[in-house]
Nanobody
Framework: QVQLVESGGGLVQAGGSLRLSCEAS????????LGWFRQAAGKEREFVAA??????????HYADSVKGRFTISTDNAKNTVYLQMNRLKSEDTAVYYC????????????????????WGQGTQVTVSS
C-alpha cells in the first residue's frame, strides 16, 4: 500500500500564502498522476490541481478557480508533491487532500477523484476575511 501524508495547512488572512506538502511512501515511478483536491464544509470534494507524467513528459493542470494563484510541483527525490497557494481567498477555505494514481491518467480523468487510488488524511486550510 501507498501512504500519503499532507502537511502545511493552517489559518491565514485573505491575500496570504501557504505551501502544502504531500509525502508519498516509497519512490515515485516512471509514470503517474498526483493531484490535490479540497472539500469545504457542506460541499462536495472538488479538483484543485494535478501533475501527470510518463516517459519524461510532464503536464500540469489547474481548476479555473485557482489558476494563476496556485502552483503544483514535485520533488522526485523526496517523493513529494507541493501545492503553493498565493493570494488566498476566503473561498479557498477547505480540507485539502492529496491523491495519487499509479499511471499517467488521460486528460479527461485527472479532474475526477474516483480515478485516484490513494488518498492522504487531509490538512485544514482556513482563510479569514
Amino acid at each position: 500500500q501507498v501512504q500519503l501524508v499532507e502537511s502545511g495547512g493552517g489559518l491565514v488572512q485573505a491575500g496570504g500564502s501557504l505551501r502544502l506538502s504531500c509525502e508519498a511512501s516509497g519512490r515515485t515511478g516512471s509514470g503517474g498522476t498526483l493531484g490535490w483536491f479540497r472539500q469545504a464544509a457542506g460541499k462536495e470534494r472538488e479538483f484543485v490541481a494535478a501533475v501527470r507524467w510518463s516517459g519524461g513528459n510532464t503536464n500540469y493542470h489547474y481548476a479555473d478557480s485557482v489558476k494563476g494563484r496556485f502552483t503544483i510541483s514535485t520533488d522526485n527525490a523526496k517523493n513529494t508533491v507541493y501545492l503553493q497557494m498565493n493570494r488566498l481567498k476566503s473561498e479557498d477555505t477547505a480540507v485539502y487532500y492529496c491523491a495519487a494514481h499509479g499511471s499517467r491518467l488521460i486528460l479527461s480523468s485527472v479532474w475526477a477523484g474516483r480515478y485516484y487510488d490513494y488518498w492522504g488524511q487531509g490538512t485544514q486550510v482556513t482563510v479569514s476575511s
